[in-house]
């Protein structure tokens, strides 16, 4: 505050109290404001920052064999985040910059967090102004987000998404956000409006789904308080966890790479013979190979070792209803409607599969369900399906 500004507020404050407050008030509020101009960026700013510090990670066993790919970035000199599910079980990797050729060769690790699937490593990558954490505890449901990485190996993308939930499980804290989060996506940035790191995106495959979670950022916080010395990156396949391995099928699965897929599928059931979620993914893999029966086979199991599997459910119903079992598929659809009674897509099959048989009457209360529950959520290409199929019964 100059000297003119304070002897004003001065005689201010002696004459007339009421008008001193309002004259700080006003002084609080430009103040304010001056302050959180200084703070916003715009969307190109905060995109332009992100895919600054954003690298691409490969991940290989001491023969150069590729065992993953994905995404981390810069918060210090040399130092590298990115998901510990990523670099698990690698003898050697190379980060590069988005845009840039160079690749520049993982030195080591720093510290690693395996409940929360963060890893902290260290690369000479040429430095550059790090990206600021944001405190995670201040994320709320609805928030606008952003989201930088490499999906499937595509270098430097940049997303909008919106925070749909925030869930406990486990004791873990963990945001849900709405887009599907591509392999290549996992251990890159999730930014606010405020171009703070909030989170860390990372695949989380569960009762056969990819929900698409971010680590929150004070974790970050916490594991780089931990950071000690340089260790080597080490080969040890028996290191390498089943859900490690599914994670890894499932990048290739997306890839359309499916044979690959199983072989680490496989792995993941050899590791984990009760791995539901294991067999689920493979039972997917073969459909899309034509090993139609096998497939069944692995939702069989999928089923037997988890019998609330509601997608597994609907997957053999589907894989049933493609073999021209209908009634057999409809069976299945009803299980997974059991499990789950606002399984939109099922409903929608189900109908599918009672237009096939003659029922009507049958098939149009299903779809019509299916369009309720497309409305309710707003899922605009079920929403589509849905009445394109009524109009056959109309």
């Not at 390498?240 to 599914?246: D, K, R, V």
């Not at 792995?267 to 294991?278: E, H, S, Y």
Request: aromatic share 8%; charged share 25%.
């Amino acid at each position: 505050m100059d000297i003119i500004t304070s002897q004003i507020t001065s005689d201010t404050v002696m004459r007339n109290p009421g008008k001193a407050f309002l004259h700080f008030t006003v002084l609080g509020l430009l103040l304010l404001c001056i302050i959180a101009a200084a703070s916003a960026q715009t969307v190109e700013q905060i995109a332009e920052r992100a895919l600054a510090t954003t690298v691409y990670l490969e991940m290989m066993d001491r023969n150069d064999r590729l065992l993953g790919f994905g995404s981390g970035f810069l918060v210090g000199q040399n130092q590298v985040i990115t998901s510990f599910h990523l670099i698990e079980g690698a003898a050697k990797g190379t980060a590069t910059q988005v845009g840039k050729p160079t690749k520049y060769t993982i030195d080591g690790i720093v510290a690693v967090d395996k409940q929360n699937d963060l890893a902290i490593l260290k690369a000479k990558v040429p430095a550059v102004e790090p990206l600021p954490l944001g405190d995670s505890d201040m994320v709320t449901i609805g928030e606008a987000v952003y989201v930088a990485g490499n999906p499937k190996g595509l270098e430097g993308t940049f997303s909008n998404d919106i925070v749909n939930s925030i869930r406990e499980e486990d004791a873990k804290k963990r945001f849900q956000m709405t887009t599907l989060i591509s392999p290549g996506n996992s251990g890159g940035p999730v930014l606010n409006g405020k171009g703070e790191v909030i989170g860390i995106s990372c695949i989380t495959l569960q009762s056969g789904q990819n929900l698409n979670v971010a680590i929150p950022s004070n974790h970050l916080k916490e594991l780089l308080a931990r950071s000690g010395d340089v260790k080597p990156l080490g080969q040890d396949n028996q290191s390498i966890s089943a859900e490690t391995h599914l994670k890894r099928g499932y990048a290739k699965y997306r890839l359309d790479q499916y044979q690959d897929a199983i072989v680490d599928y496989d792995t993941a059931i050899g590791l984990k013979p009760d791995f539901a979620n294991a067999y689920y993914f493979r039972g997917a893999a073969k459909r899309l190979l034509g090993e139609y029966r096998d497939a069944i086979d692995d939702y069989d199991t999928a089923i037997d070792l988890k019998p609330d599997f509601a997608r597994a459910y609907y997957s053999r119903g589907t894989m049933r209803g493609d073999l021209g079992e209908h009634l057999i598929a409809i069976q299945n659809y009803n299980k997974a409607i059991d499990v789950k009674p606002d399984y939109a897509f099922a409903y929608l099959r189900r109908g599918i599969a009672n237009y096939l048989l003659d029922r009507t009457w049958a098939a149009k209360k299903d779809w019509n369900t299916a369009l309720e529950l497309a409305e309710q959520t707003g899922d605009r290409s079920l929403k589509a399906k849905a009445e394109k199929l009524l109009k056959r019964v109309e």
